[in-house]
């Protein structure tokens, strides 16, 4: 490939490759993006519905027995609106989560075809440069031999009206 990709590094987490950049980033934008990149992976989702579903279930089991404080199992854990709204909130995370990441990846293949493109335009101007350039050479060595064609030209043109019969006379 190119020499972009000999200074980027594995990053095995997610099978994707980091630019030197990227390594030289805060530890909290990585833990971020490492949270942010999981959040849109359906194994998140699927904890999270297990999660709600969970507390959905045993929400009455606790509200009647003392083992957490009193303000969260009270009867209001099960308010409609505060189950749709939990439930809207993290479906719209992982959305968010997912459509990222997805942007991301695309946007990787978008830049990786772009390097390819760069490559392979500065190979095939470094092999135009070198065509033109013998080109330009060869239109040099060629110029170079008009005056002797020329002379060529002219001492061949003398021997052979020399060498040719005189005309006869007409009668």
């Known amino acids: 490939m190119s020499d972009h990709h000999d200074h980027r590094e594995r990053d095995d987490e997610h099978g994707e490759e980091r630019d030197d950049d990227e ?11 490492r ?25 009455p089991y606790l509200a009647h027995h003392s083992v957490l404080p009193a303000w969260f199992t ?5 308010f409609p609106l505060n189950t749709v709204t939990t ?32 490559q392979l335009i500065h190979t095939e101007l470094k092999r135009n440069t ?5 080109a330009q050479t060869i239109a ?18 003398r021997l052979l009206s020399a060498m040719s019969p005189a005309p006869a006379a007409a009668t």
Do not use: C, K
């Not at 390594?23 to 993006?33: E, G, M, T, Y």
């Not at 989560?97 to 293949?109: C, L, V």
């Not at 070198?130 to 013998?134: H, K, L, P, R």
């Open 74 to 78: 009270s009867n209001n854990f099960n």
């Open 35 to 59: 949270v942010s990149y999981a959040m849109g992976t359906w194994q998140n989702i699927v904890v999270w519905i297990i999660l709600v579903g969970t507390w959905f279930a045993l929400g």
């Open 140 to 157: 040099e060595q060629v110029q170079a031999q008009v005056p002797l064609l020329e002379r060529t030209h002219a001492d061949v043109a």
């Open 87 to 118: 439930i809207a909130e993290l479906y719209i995370g992982f959305l968010v989560g997912a459509s990222t990441n997805r942007t991301e990846r695309h946007n990787r293949n978008q830049a990786d075809r772009m390097e390819a493109l760069e």
């Open 23 to 33: 390594q030289h980033i805060s530890p909290f934008v990585r833990v971020a993006d």
């Open 130 to 134: 070198a065509i033109t350039d013998n």
